[in-house]
């Protein structure tokens, strides 16, 4: 009896062992992929990467001291465009799936939304390109801003939707059993209860298709000198990207690395802002 | 004219709601007349007739379970944000029916502190000064009102200094009397009271009775307590619930040293199994 126990025993700590080391084995290797894309990215990047990157228009291949700046610009205004576009709608439809809306209709939109987050961010650049650049006969960043704010509209509704209904509901019940409204209720009670887990939600989201390259092909297009305004084609980080990457010339490939590095580099400064965020609502809490 | 006791609601002898005017001369603030309450297909009240004399405390007490909660929550048209309720019957306030007056009127006018305390995560300035906000209150006014109402509700002394800390900050008992703090500062009618004081120690507790009783001047009071010695000392009638039904009302003297039913007798002199 006690034989068996002890083997049954010893069994079990094997497979405890077996498990811990495998899982963590494949934690390390997820960790390393991040650091080596980094490092990687670093390494190629390196020669290019220096103040006149930041500050200077592309040069013709085998000048020194060609820059991006315009297509940093470029990707602020399409990112600012999409942010403007996708937050207020995402967040209006989640406070009406999270607030108003019966189960079926919810479950339905929520259904609807998650096909709508799985449709290939390519079928979505030429919708965009359908619907803005061939009315508008031009490639422009706010075609770029509006392909992008789509893509965001599915994370922001399921953002708002999960945050808003995490919020108790006697906190509903306190602010209407003083008199006010439904909307009174949501924007001054519910809302601001969210507010951590709802800005880092949509920072993680912007941070998300910050990196989107195939939608803008359709709609910004690209463009080597300063875009001339919201309605002209413009540069972004993804695209230049793309087109130096496939240029045969050497220093423009070292410039697409760089680029790669500002443009992940971003992308995770995002992403650690909105941990802060979150974070950050266990402090306030306790102060 | 000698104070006489109030409607006694007799659900077996006599069709509820039937009678309603009590031969009484305190006058009814809120009225129920055949009050039928469900969740769902599940009844939970049962033609509850009664009337709540204005500018006194009213107490109601029962087992857990048997609707106190319930009743009070249909008083401000609470229930409705709860899906699948529905009622019957007619809630008059001043003798008009709450259910064609405008919720966030009837609301505004019958306050209502919760079983469990729910302060909004905000400071504790802004939880007491929320209901004056959205009620226009004018700015000038809003820190005197604030401080009355933190004052009144025993816990000005103790938070004095931290006004602008955040509520969750505060003991679970002092939550409780800063919502007791909140509803108080938008002056309502009514005051429906649910279990306020099962969070608090005996001091604090005491403070909050000598509170409803000198609100009651100018405030109908309407408290679900499960704390017998409190009805005694508190109310002015008594209500007792069993299973749904409002069993025994009547002036609460009556139904602690002479109740007419067995039921209530068994459960005032805790022989309720
Ligand atoms: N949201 C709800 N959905 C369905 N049934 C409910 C709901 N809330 C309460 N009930 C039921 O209604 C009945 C009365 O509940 P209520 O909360 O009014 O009791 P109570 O007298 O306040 O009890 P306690 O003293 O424990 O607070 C109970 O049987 C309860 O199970
Ligand atoms: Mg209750």
């Known amino acids: 009896m006690s034989r068996m126990n002890m083997e049954i025993s010893l069994r079990r700590r094997v497979t405890n062992i077996v498990m811990l080391s495998i899982t963590g084995l494949f934690t390390l290797l997820t960790i390393t992929i991040l650091f080596c894309i980094l490092g990687y990215l670093l390494y190629h990047g390196i ?10 228009l592309p040069k013709p291949t085998g000048e020194a001291g060609g820059g991006m700046a315009n297509a940093i610009v470029g990707s602020g205004k399409i990112l600012l465009i999409a942010t403007v576009l996708g937050v207020p709608v995402g967040f209006l439809a989640g406070v009406y799936l999270s607030e108003y809306s019966g189960r079926t209709f919810a479950f339905v939109v929520r259904y609807v939304t998650d096909l709508l987050n799985g449709v290939p961010s390519i079928v979505i650049g030429i919708f965009a390109y359908a619907m803005v650049v061939k009315p508008m006969h031009r490639f422009s ?15 922001a509704v399921r953002t708002t939707e999960e945050f808003l209904r995490a919020v ?12 006010a409204t439904k909307a ?41 000198f300063w875009s001339r305004g919201w309605s002209q084609p413009s540069a972004s980080l993804p695209v230049m990207i793309y087109q130096y990457a496939i240029s045969p010339y050497e220093d423009y490939h070292q410039q697409a690395w760089a680029a790669g590095f500002v443009l992940l580099a971003l992308v995770l400064s995002i992403n650690v802002t909105a941990r802060l965020v979150i974070s950050g609502r266990g402090a306030t809490a306790r102060r | 004219m000698a104070i006489q006791p109030p409607h006694v609601e007799d659900t077996s002898a006599m069709p509820a709601g039937g009678i309603n005017a009590p031969q009484t001369s305190v006058i009814p603030k809120l009225r129920t007349r055949d009050l039928n309450f469900y969740y769902g297909s599940f009844q939970a009240l049962h033609n509850i007739g009664i009337d709540i004399a204005s500018r006194k405390i009213t107490a109601f007490i029962g ?19 709860v899906r699948g309720t529905r009622y019957d019957g007619q809630i008059l306030l001043d003798g008009e029916d709450i259910r064609k007056m405008d919720v966030t009127g009837v609301r505004r006018r019958v306050g209502m502190v919760f079983q469990k305390s729910n302060p909004f995560p905000k400071t504790i300035f802004e939880n007491v000064a929320y209901g004056l906000r959205i009620n226009g209150a004018k700015k000038a006014t809003i820190a005197e009102t604030v401080q009355r109402s933190l004052e009144r509700a025993a816990l000005w002394t103790e938070i004095k200094d931290k006004l602008h800390k955040p509520a969750s900050a505060l003991s679970g008992g002092q939550q409780q009397r800063l919502c007791i703090a909140r509803a108080l500062a938008v ?14 120690d005996p001091v604090a507790t005491l403070k909050i009775e000598e509170l409803l009783f000198q609100i009651k001047e100018t405030t109908t009071i309407v408290i679900v307590t499960h704390n017998m010695q409190q009805a005694a000392r508190l109310a002015d009638h008594t209500g007792f619930f069993l299973m749904g039904k409002l069993i025994e009302f009547n002036d609460t003297r009556a139904i602690f040293q002479n109740p007419k039913k067995k039921e209530t007798e068994d459960y005032v002199t805790g022989r309720f199994g």
Do not use: H, Y
């Open chain 1, 184 to 224: 009174t209720t949501i924007f001054t009670v519910v809302a601001p209860a969210a507010i951590q887990g709802l800005v880092s939600g949509m920072m993680l989201n912007l941070a998300r298709v910050a990196g989107e390259t195939a939608p803008l092909l359709f709609t910004a297009l690209g463009n080597m």
């Open chain 1, 168 to 179: 108790p509901n006697s906190l509903r019940e306190a602010s209407l059993a003083l008199g």
């Open chain 1, 141 to 155: 960043t706010l075609a770029g801003g509006i392909a992008l704010g789509i893509m965001m509209i599915p994370i």
């Open chain 1, 47 to 56: 020669g290019s990467l220096s103040w006149s990157f930041f500050t200077n």
């Open chain 2, 63 to 81: 087992p857990s379970g048997c609707g106190k909660s319930t009743f009070l929550r249909t008083m401000n048209r609470m229930n409705e944000t």
């Open chain 2, 187 to 200: 002056e309502p009618e009514v005051l429906l009271l649910d279990e306020p004081c099962s969070a608090l």
